[in-house]
């Protein structure tokens, strides 16, 4: 069964209910999430998607971010995992560097004037805004403790990001696309205009891919698969009333995330896949607030996003479109019972991920 895991954009609150709901893809499917045969990740979720795609079990990224610490576990460095920030990089520290007057792409600013049917809404803002003030280096920091140097051993793993000059989409990691670090790949796939610093790669500048697409689930129309798997933090099926102002912007994000989302499955389903949406329900709406940056309601995200994902997987529409799906190793669906000095170590993990999907080079056209 060819699969792909689709993860959405979503800030610090989307990268928690994205942790959840992996959590909860694996326990009830007993499938390993970083088995996917493609991995699409942009903004939060090219955060979780690395981290998971380079070994990075979901229950252990659950249990971090709970506070847990592991005797004898260690990153890519030798270094204690438990010193890993808790948050997934959400640290927020001043780039070092003189702040910007005007706005932060002069470039793709004016393109978006002549050209802009050629751009989204949030590309055409975000080139109005000023440069971010945020380092994006705590972010390449908990990525280099799983992979310090070169890109995952997932050979499918697909980073979006958008130049920040032109406002295209990048998939950083797919044959015919500009080179990178995965560190430096995430950054720049984080990398909020107007909040976070751009991030440099080769000559260019680049900035967070959802400012094409908070999805960007069309990346696998032209890959043949069975099943997509795209879990989307940013949009609902819950019908969402915003009677204060200040919701207002959130609502808007969240419908135009919904009506891409709906738009991109619907592509990828007349190739040929059958395509499954998850989504945050109101419940997980309430608990994630209207500030996707806040880093104060992490573990309680988690915990609900693992409940209702759960409920939604357990759908009997989804379970038939899943049954055939691949058990997973174990230890990567459930914590280990022995001590952690006996667990696999990441880089083991890694490495089975590399040995077991070769890199296709039939899936190297240029979305």
């Known amino acids: 069964m ?10 610090v609150v989307g990268g928690a209910w994205l942790t959840g709901g992996l959590h909860a893809l694996a326990t009830e499917t007993g499938w390993d999430p970083a088995e996917a045969d493609h991995v699409v990740g942009t903004s939060a979720g090219s955060m979780i998607g690395a981290l998971c795609a380079s070994g990075v079990p979901p229950w252990f990224m659950v249990a971090h971010s709970r506070g847990e610490s592991f005797d004898e576990v260690v990153d890519a460095h030798g270094n204690p995992a438990s010193d890993a920030d808790r948050a997934a990089g959400a640290v927020f520290r001043p780039h070092r560097a003189l702040p910007s007057i005007g706005p932060g792409s002069w470039r793709l ?21 000023p440069k971010g003030m945020i380092s994006t280096e705590p972010l390449k920091q908990q990525i280099r403790r799983v992979v310090p140097e070169g890109w995952s051993p997932h050979p499918n793993l697909w980073i979006v990001a958008c130049d920040y000059s032109t406002g295209e989409r990048v998939a950083f990691g797919r044959t015919g696309y500009p080179p990178a670090d995965l560190a430096d790949a995430v950054a720049a796939s984080c990398a909020i205009p107007g909040f976070y610093h751009p991030v440099t790669i080769g000559e260019r500048r680049y900035v967070d891919g959802g400012i094409h697409s ?72 309430a608990v994630m607030g209207p500030n996707l940056m806040s880093t104060r309601r992490r573990n309680e995200v988690i915990a609900v996003a693992t409940r209702t994902v759960a409920e939604q997987l357990r759908a009997p529409e989804v379970q038939e479109l899943l049954a055939d799906l691949p058990k997973g190793a174990p230890e990567k669906i459930h914590r280990p019972d022995e001590r952690p000095s006996r667990w696999p170590k990441l880089r083991d993990l890694s490495e089975r991920i590399r040995r077991r999907r070769p890199r296709e080079e039939a899936d190297s056209t240029a979305a």
């Open 2 to 11: 060819r699969v792909g895991l689709v993860l959405g954009a979503g800030g």
């Open 109 to 129: 600013a004016l393109r978006s004037l002549s050209q802009p049917n050629n751009h989204t809404p949030a590309a055409a803002v975000s080139g109005w805004l």
């Open 214 to 285: 908070t999805s960007n689930l069309d990346l696998l129309s032209d890959v043949e698969l069975d099943v997509a798997i795209c879990l989307n933090p940013t949009s609902t099926l819950h019908p969402i009333r915003a009677l204060n102002p200040r919701e207002w912007p959130n609502l808007v994000m969240r419908r135009t995330s919904g009506r891409r989302l709906g738009s991109e499955a619907k592509r990828v389903q007349a190739a040929g896949t059958e395509v499954v949406l998850i989504q945050p329900t109101g419940e997980d709406l």
